[in-house]
Structure formats: C-alpha cells, structure tokens
C-alpha cells in the first residue's frame, strides 16, 4: 500500500505540474520511446566444459516532457517505466505474480546481496534552461559524459550546472558536476571532505560539414578519503575531436588523455609511492558512400596497465559503454539487455577479463560494409579483431609471500568476431531490427592457464523499437 501511495502522488505531482504549465505556457513537448528486444547468448562463459547459454527479453518505456514554461526558459524531464525483463517479478518483491507480493524496497530477493533493481517508474532526469544575456544555463539532473565522439561515452545522468555561450561559430561552455556527496552517504561517519566533484572547459568550432571541439576536465576525487587511510585522486582530461564530411567520406576522430595522481597519499606511507595516471584511448572512423552502398572501418585504442610499474596507472577511465563496434566484443546493448552480463568468466576462474564494453586496455578493429536496397532497409556486415593492448598479469608478483609468482597470460588475443545486421523500418517512427554474432574466441580467454579449454560464443538479437 505504501509503495502504491508513493506512485500515486508521484504521478498526481506530474499532472498537477502539467496542469500548471499549461495555464501559464503554450506548449508542452513529449518525446520519448518504447523497446522490446530479444536477445539468445550460446556461451558467454567461453568455456567448452560446463557452458551455458542465456536468453532473455527486455524492455523500457521512457518519456521525456519539456515545458516551455516562458521564451526562453524551459523545464526538461524524463523517467523510464518498466524497465526490466519480461517475466521477472524480482521488483515485486516474490517469485509469483500476486498482487500482494510487494516490496518497498524493491531488491532482488533472489540475490544474497539484495542487488538494488530499477523501480517500476524510476525518474531520470529533471533540469532547467534559460537563456540570458550573456549565455544559456542548464542546472539539474542532466545527460553526463557524452562529449565529442560516441567514443569512450556513457549514457548517465548527473547534476551539473552548465554555461554555454555561442561567439559566431564557436561555442563555449563551463561546466560543473557533483558526483559524489558524502554528507548524505551512509559511510559519511567514517569520512572526511570525501565528494567527488568535476570542473570542464570546453570549445566546439562549427564550420561548413564539420565540426572539431576541445575539452579540458579536472577531477577532485575524495570518495576514498577516510579517516584511516585518506589518499584522493586529481585528474586532468584533455579530449580534442573532429567530424567532417568531404563529399562522399565521412571522417571523425577523438583523442582522450589523462595525466595528474590517480592515487595521492595524505600520509605518506613507508615503500608506498603515490600513482600517476598516464592514460591514453583515441579513436578514428572512416565511412565512404557508393550509391546506396557503405564501406568503412574504424579503429578503437585504450591503454594499459604494465603490471611491473606500479607507480603509473594507464586504465583511470572506463567510461566506453555508447560505443558499439561489435555485438559481443563492446556490444553494450547486448550487455544491458542482458541485466548487466559481460562474457567470460568461465574460464580458468578468467573473472579479470570478464566483462564486455571495456572502458581499458583494449584495442578493437574493425571493417564494414553496407547497404539501403530499399528506403525502409539497412543491412550491415561487420569484422573485427580485438586485442589486449597490454598482455596482463593474473596476479603480479607479491613481495614477501611465498608462493605468489607474477604469472602473465598466455596470449594477448581477444578474438575475432562476424557480425550480420538488418534493420526495417515498417513505419518512420516504428522500426524492426535483427542481428546475429559470432565470436571466434582467443587464448586471452585462458588466463595463464595451458590446459583450460576456451569454446566460441555467438549471439542472435531483434529489437522492436517506436520513437515519437
């Protein structure tokens, strides 16, 4: 009854603030959109013994309303409602469908963690923009770390307060974010000065079929400050990137480095040195129109970490989860509508190399071509290579402890992966989308183990999608 209660105001809140607006404005802008995808994963263990496959549908509602409350002065919402898979009643709270079996607290009751799931109708985002004299502002719950290319991006939501202003083609813009507040965090007890806080400049320079922009961010991380050990982390972002079409190519590239303490210590302590973070990823498509045929390639680099230097980290981002250049090998979608699954992890106990869509030490290549036989349809076949771009170390060197080698893996190769796509569109705002992958896995897989058997994965995808 109580979350019923909550959900009811949440939604009488909306229509009386609808209403509202609309007494005192002319217009009330809704976008949004609504998906129900399929997806089937043979073996995302990568194991030949004791596999698994998994199969699953998914879906999302979200909505998106702007008021425009006065000229120039806007309000933008947004939330997302029934976001989940189908026939999974872990939000209820029980394993049955019954209307009583409900939970306040909406936690997988299944899990020995009490993971947290997405709420029934969860809101996203809620920010305001007025324009000035001197410039636009955007204050409130915004889209984050979507910068230049879809490169090394995450779709997340985060309040910021943004200024941009135009100067004839150029945009500038000041932004500040608060990522993290430790007053209102359970463990503030044991924490001092412990936000986590960013601050941008940024530059975009638009000229006839292009545009090239420059981004600087400082990050003040204090989230790991405690009382007991206090160390912060300050980065500095520098990200240049560039889109330009000359006459039938089309050319965009994005270059991200970080440098700064990626570990600096308030006391120092004996034989323990402070870290530097020397990370570099950059990224590059090209993509040429033949008539209604495509053919390109684009090239993927995120650096390292040398396990024999511990006073440098290269991997301090892992923000890489909008750029997708194959299904399996950076497939995000296949990895959200799969509740969050990586691939891997069967291996040889391989849990360090788990996950899809890293954000670090990779390097992906890939090759595509394509077609539009017909307005409505596109289709799409994709190769493409990936590596590790620094073989790593199931567990460097330990000193002192006996019997703790550093053992390095056996292979750097990741693996090579074909993929098929196809989308319709059966109306301009309704389309169908299928896809199917097939990942000829590589002895990275294997960790350092000689004798572990690794086995190929392939995975079939559709989607159903409508925008308005």
Request: glycine share 10%; aromatic share 14%; charged share 20%.
């Amino acid at each position: 009854m109580k979350k019923f209660l909550v959900v009811l105001l949440s939604l009488g809140l909306i229509v009386a603030f609808a209403a509202s607006a609309s007494a005192d404005t002319t217009n009330v802008k809704f976008q949004g959109a609504y998906y129900v995808a399929g997806v089937y994963d043979n073996n995302p263990t990568l194991t030949g013994i004791g596999g698994y496959s998994r199969a699953v549908f998914h879906q999302r509602f979200r909505l998106q309303p702007v008021f425009q409350v006065a000229e120039g002065l806007t309000f933008t919402a947004r939330f997302d409602a029934l976001e989940k898979h189908w026939g999974d009643l872990n939000w209820k709270g029980g394993f049955t469908a019954d209307g009583d079996q409900t939970s306040s607290r909406k936690v997988n009751t299944t899990a020995a963690t009490n993971t947290n799931l997405q709420e029934s109708i969860e809101m996203e985002r809620s920010y305001v923009t007025f324009k000035t004299a001197v410039g636009m502002f955007d204050i409130g719950y915004q889209n984050a770390d979507g910068w230049g290319t879809q490169f090394c991006d995450a779709a997340v939501t985060r309040p910021r307060i943004m200024y941009t202003t135009a100067m004839g083609p150029l945009n500038l813009g000041l932004v500040y974010e608060k990522w993290f507040e430790a007053d209102s965090s359970a463990a503030a007890d044991t924490k001092v000065d412990a936000d986590m806080d960013t601050y941008a400049l940024f530059g975009i320079y638009k000229f006839k079929g292009g545009e090239a922009g420059l981004l600087y961010k400082y990050y003040y991380n204090a989230y790991t400050r405690t009382l007991a050990t206090p160390y912060k982390q300050k980065l500095n972002q520098v990200s240049p990137y560039m889109k330009a079409t000359f006459g039938p190519v089309y050319l965009e590239a994005e270059v991200n480095y970080w440098f700064g303490k990626a570990t600096e210590f308030e006391n120092p302590v004996a034989g323990v040195d402070d870290v530097k973070a020397d990370t570099l990823t950059a990224y590059i498509l090209a993509k040429m129109n033949v008539g209604p045929a495509y053919v390109g390639g684009q090239i993927g680099y995120l650096s390292g970490n040398d396990p024999s230097d511990a006073t440098k980290n290269k991997e301090v981002q892992n923000k890489n989860t909008t750029w997708q250049p194959l299904l399996i090998l950076g497939g995000s979608d296949r990895n959200d509508w799969l509740g969050g699954r990586g691939i891997g992890g069967g291996v040889a106990g391989n849990t360090l190399a788990s996950t899809t869509n890293k954000g670090t030490n990779l390097t992906i290549g890939t090759i595509f071509a394509g077609m539009n036989p017909t307005p409505k349809l596109n289709v799409e076949a994709v190769i493409g290579y990936a590596y590790a771009t620094k073989k790593p170390w199931r567990t460097p060197a330990t000193p002192g402890v006996a019997g703790n080698p550093a053992t390095e893996y056996l292979s750097d190769k990741i693996g090579t992966e074909i993929d098929l796509k196809a989308t319709y569109k059966i109306y301009d705002n309704l389309s169908y989308y299928v896809a199917a992958g097939y990942l000829f896995s590589g002895d990275y897989w294997k960790r350092d183990s000689a004798t572990a058997q690794v086995d190929n994965d392939y995975v079939l995808m559709n989607k159903l999608e409508l925008t308005f």
